[in-house]
């Protein structure tokens, strides 16, 4: 069965870093890129970053540029997204997805951590 | 701020039909595929249909998609409670190098 689990999200106050994964299982990782995806609470979807699944290409949202940074280990079959500076409006659920191709399809998704940022 | 507009809610009785509009530009939706993704409420979002118009394997051929120039189209016939969810469009952007992917703004569909 082809699933995602995201763990690490927790309360944390503004400034501080946090780091989220994603494990995977049911498929060959390094044969996909990986999306992180967040919701605030009662908004819609805002996404975060994708990692190409050799890890060679990073992108992400201008809103979590220099602060996040997304990364893999493929032997571990594990994503990560390292959050630092986080602010009040990084809280949020984040979901990690599989990329279908082209950038352009994410399944499936994972379930989700929150994040809340607060002091 | 999302650059692909959606309606905020649509609704229609059981057994009718929808439609959700996903309103872009020539750097999105008009030179990139676009997905749409349900997200029933409490739950994870799902892919409902990629590549402008192909659904997974699981999705009923109640959801249809189709996409002309800058402007995306989701379909939804014979509309059951079960329909009851958020609906998003999405696609990928390049205005700007390297590129982002973006969402629509979401659409509330509620069956009456």
């Known amino acids: 069965q082809v699933q995602l689990v995201e763990s690490g999200g927790g309360v944390v106050q503004p400034g501080r870093s946090l780091r989220l994964s994603c494990a995977a299982s049911?498929?060959?990782?390094?044969?996909?890129?990986i999306h992180w995806v967040r919701q605030a609470p009662g908004k819609g979807l805002e996404w975060v970053a994708v990692?190409?699944?050799?890890?060679?290409?990073?992108y992400y949202a201008d809103s979590v540029k220099g602060r996040f940074t997304i990364s893999r280990d493929n032997s571990k079959n594990t994503l990560y997204l390292q959050m630092n500076s986080l602010r009040t409006e990084d809280t949020a659920l984040y979901y990690c997805?599989?990329?279908?191709?082209?950038?352009?399809?994410?399944?499936?998704w994972g379930h989700g951590t929150l994040v809340s940022v607060s002091s | 701020q999302s650059v692909l507009t959606q309606p905020p809610s649509v609704s229609a009785a059981p057994g009718q039909k929808v439609t959700i509009s996903c309103s872009g530009s020539?750097?999105?939706?008009?030179?990139?595929?676009v997905s749409w993704y349900q997200q029933l409420p409490g739950t994870a979002p799902k892919l409902l249909i990629y590549?402008?118009?192909m659904r997974p394997s699981g999705i009923p051929d109640r959801f249809s998609g189709s996409k002309s120039g800058t402007s995306a189209t989701l379909g939804i016939t014979g509309l059951q409670t079960g329909d009851e969810a958020d609906y998003y469009c999405?696609?990928?952007?390049?205005?700007?190098?390297?590129?982002?992917?973006?969402f629509g703004t979401g659409t509330k569909v509620t069956v009456l």
């Open positions: 997805a599989r990329d279908l191709g082209q950038f352009t399809k994410f399944d499936p």
């Open positions: 990692i190409s699944y050799d890890g060679s290409k990073e």
């Open positions: 999405g696609t990928w952007d390049s205005s700007l190098i390297p590129g982002l992917y973006v």
């Open positions: 049911g498929f060959t990782l390094s044969s996909y890129g």
């Open positions: 590549d402008n118009n």
């Open positions: 020539s750097s999105n939706i008009g030179n990139n595929y």
